[in-house]
């Protein structure tokens, strides 16, 4: 099979060693499935977290945003299904004690089985299996953990993160980090339409941390425990609305952000359905857009109608009307709701992989990220750090541009290496300040992608770098 993708490995090293990502509490040994954001990996994180809200948020009507808490009213998770069912499969090697999700482990078999030739179980989804039933697939298949060791009977185990206001030992101070944030706009449903002009259909969006215990381990930021979601709930009346043209509107919406907005290569993407099996027993549809990751296809974005089942549950645990008037017919009813959701982190690691480039012939890696996402849209050098004439001359350029954008600086080593450097951190240009700027006013600009240079005078800089970023 030809190599399409970066692997993991060289991903997570480049994030390390350009200041990307780093591993949470590095200093005592890590934490698993934790990272920290970095320099460049905090601007890239609030690129792609600004155009998902420019794109849902700001520039649509029937949209609005929130900022939710983290920790909710503890029955907001029993209302929404958290605390009852949301769990995975768990697995302990019965020697090693190492933990593992069953359904994991069988999807591992199968792909073993099926790379030395098997076709019995080629079209098997395990996301349809029921617990028992993985147990018993288990037993009969006779799987073993990744060391080869025997493995306990899978056990339902719950991802919420639980805490306490006040003292643990008190069961009734017993509070959950949120494992989502959707819960946090269908509390909110009441206060959104008594407080804002927003008539059906229409959405609320919200960026944010959620919470989830998981066990596998691997993954880089694509499964962490904590994590940013970008959600949505899109809610409409039933009785007007077509939700299978919605729902493909919405599709559509999520496609294009991915391709047009954040650059991504269209062959790398395919759409998923869930089968009855696997969708939750209230929803109607369910598609996940999957990405081309180094380790398989895997969900990057759901889009799921979830009917009226969650303002159901908090009208039924709150006691509360979140009924909504039609403000025509006088009719009330419950909403029914389609809901993207996004990870943030998820995204990230996309953008990285996909955008990742060995330049074999000019012997670089390139990050050939788009412009607008870039952690610095260009990079300011004075061609010798030891001449104050051209460093003053820089340093008025770089003030200039750093009003308007992100813009870096670097007045080190020679220019081939600080190229070098830029591309691997994906800066579209840099600007290069010689003792011709000093005579004419123009700059050497080189691009990222083609290496090429050109001279531009200083005073179209700024109308050169809006062109790049449009
Ligand atoms: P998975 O099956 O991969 O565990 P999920 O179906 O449980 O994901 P959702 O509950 O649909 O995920 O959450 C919405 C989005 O949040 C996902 O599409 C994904 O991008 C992101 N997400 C979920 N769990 C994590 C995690 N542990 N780390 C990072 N992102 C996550």
């Keep these: 099979m030809p190599k399409t993708q970066p692997s993991l490995e060289t991903i997570v090293a480049l994030a390390k060693r350009r200041g990307f990502v780093f591993p949470t509490s590095n200093l005592y040994g890590g934490l698993a499935n934790s990272y920290d954001y970095g320099p460049l990996g905090a601007e890239l994180l609030r690129n792609i977290r600004n155009e998902w809200w420019t794109t849902f948020i700001s520039t649509r009507p029937d949209m609005v945003g929130i900022d939710s808490q983290i920790l909710l009213h503890p029955k907001t998770w029993i209302a929404s299904g958290h605390v009852g069912s949301f769990s995975d499969p768990l697995v302990d090697d019965?020697?090693?004690?190492?933990?593992?999700?069953?359904?994991?482990?069988?999807?591992?078999w199968i792909e073993r089985k099926i790379k030395k030739g098997s076709t019995e179980f080629s079209s098997f989804v395990v996301e349809d299996?029921?617990?028992?039933e993985m147990a018993t697939f288990i037993t009969e298949n006779k799987i073993l953990s990744p060391?080869?060791?025997?493995?306990s009977e899978p056990k339902a185990f719950n991802l919420l993160f639980e805490t306490a206001i006040g003292t643990v030992a008190d069961d009734k101070?017993?509070?959950?980090?949120?494992?989502?944030?959707?819960?946090?706009?269908?509390?909110?449903?009441?206060?959104?339409?008594?407080?804002?002009?927003?008539?059906?259909?229409?959405?609320?969006?919200?960026?944010?941390?959620?919470?989830?215990?998981?066990?596998?381990?691997?993954?880089?930021?694509?499964?962490?425990?904590?994590f940013e979601q970008a959600e949505i709930e899109y809610f409409f009346n039933p009785k007007e609305a077509d939700w299978q043209k919605l729902f493909e509107n919405w599709k559509e919406s999520m496609h294009s952000f991915v391709t047009n907005t954040l650059g991504i290569k269209e062959k790398n993407l395919r759409w998923r359905q869930h089968s009855d099996a696997e969708r939750s027993f209230?929803?109607?549809?369910?598609?996940?857009?999957?990405?081309?990751?180094?380790?398989?296809?895997?969900?990057?974005w759901g889009v799921a109608y979830r009917t009226d089942y969650d303002l159901k549950q908090h009208m039924e645990h709150s006691g509360q009307s979140l009924e909504y008037r039609d403000p025509h017919s006088g009719e009330t009813f419950i909403?029914?709701?389609?809901?993207?959701?996004?990870?943030?982190?998820?995204?990230?690691?996309?953008v990285l992989t996909d955008a990742y480039t060995e330049d074999a012939?000019?012997?670089?890696?390139?990050?050939?990220?788009?412009?607008?996402?870039?952690?610095?849209?260009?990079?300011?050098?004075?061609?010798?750090?030891?001449?104050?004439e051209l460093v003053e001359k820089a340093q008025a350029v770089y003030d200039s541009l750093a009003k308007k954008y992100s813009i870096t600086w670097d007045a080190r080593g020679n220019i081939g290496k600080r190229y070098l450097y830029q591309d691997e951190i994906g800066t579209p240009v840099c600007i290069t300040i010689d003792f011709d700027t000093l005579e004419d006013d123009t700059v050497t600009v080189r691009?990222?992608?083609?290496?090429?240079?050109?001279?531009?005078?200083?005073?179209?800089?700024?109308?050169?770098l809006a062109s790049m970023l449009q």
């Design 94 to 108: 019965l020697v090693t004690k190492k933990r593992y999700r069953a359904d994991h482990l069988i999807e591992e």
């Design 129 to 132: 299996l029921s617990v028992k």
């Design 147 to 151: 060391d080869g060791n025997p493995i």
């Design 173 to 226: 101070a017993r509070i959950y980090m949120r494992g989502e944030t959707a819960q946090g706009i269908f509390t909110n449903f009441r206060n959104i339409l008594d407080s804002t002009r927003v008539q059906l259909p229409f959405g609320v969006g919200q960026i944010g941390k959620s919470f989830r215990n998981e066990i596998t381990t691997g993954q880089f930021v694509f499964r962490t425990l904590e």
């Design 282 to 300: 209230y929803s109607k549809d369910t598609y996940d857009l999957d990405y081309n990751f180094s380790f398989g296809w895997k969900e990057l």
């Design 335 to 350: 909403p029914h709701v389609i809901e993207p959701a996004l990870g943030i982190g998820r995204a990230f690691l996309m």
């Design 361 to 388: 012939e000019k012997k670089r890696t390139v990050l050939k990220l788009k412009p607008s996402l870039a952690p610095y849209k260009a990079a300011v050098f004075p061609l010798l750090k030891n001449k104050p």
């Design 447 to 464: 691009d990222r992608d083609t290496t090429e240079q050109e001279r531009i005078k200083l005073s179209n800089l700024e109308e050169y």
